[in-house]
């Protein structure tokens, strides 16, 4: 499976190597409140929300390295 910004927030969380990616720049994502609340969306829907603090280099480096898992 490919994994990039596009992939549901859930699918992210539940592979080890994906998740560590996310809070390498999102720290404490994996325990945020309205977690379960985002598990269907994506990086990139998310980041519409300027609460979420996705800016466009952040979603850049993050789909970067989401897409060199295997």
Known sequence: MAFSINSK???????EA???ILEKHLPGMS???QLAMAKGMSLKMIA???QAGLTPDKLKAIDEEL???L
Do not use: D, R, W, Y
């Open 31 to 33: 325990n945020h409140p």
């Open 67 to 69: 897409q060199k898992v």
């Open 9 to 15: 927030l859930g699918e992210l969380i539940a592979n």
């Open 48 to 50: 519409a929300f300027p």
């Open 18 to 20: 994906t998740k560590a």
